[in-house]
Nanobody, 122 residues
């Protein structure tokens, strides 16, 4: 099982940008599909974006499409989420997760990180 640690969260004004990172331990990172999820106060955890194990396929929630970009560097065992044009409704704790495939990661995950807080002020 891979261990995941997120970083890069913070406070940003609406319209600003942040880049989240997710560092993975272990030599199996490159065999996992990876995803980002978020949980706003009082709401359930929701899917944000996913990327295949090699990085050739990506998938986004409609709410972030065109503003967020998921990427990975398998040589560095790191997953990224570039977030542009941030809105107050993007405020949430952001989690990275590992799964068997991009097709199933929205519902089946093998590992979660501890989360990083993103706050967007209006």
């Amino acid at each position: 099982q891979v261990q995941l640690v997120e970083s890069g969260g913070g406070l940003v004004q609406a319209g600003g940008s942040l880049r989240l990172s997710c560092a993975a331990s272990g030599r199996t990172f490159s065999t996992y599909a990876m995803g980002w999820f978020r949980q706003a106060p009082g709401k359930g955890r929701e899917f944000v974006a996913a990327i295949s194990w090699r990085g050739g396929s990506t998938y986004y929630a409609d709410s972030v499409k065109g503003r967020f970009t998921i990427s990975r560097d398998n040589a560095k065992n790191t997953l990224y989420l570039q977030m542009n044009s941030l809105k107050p409704e993007d405020t949430a704790v952001y989690y990275c997760a590992a799964g068997k495939s991009i097709a199933t990661i929205q519902t089946i995950r093998e590992s979660w990180g501890q989360g990083t807080q993103v706050t967007v002020s209006s």
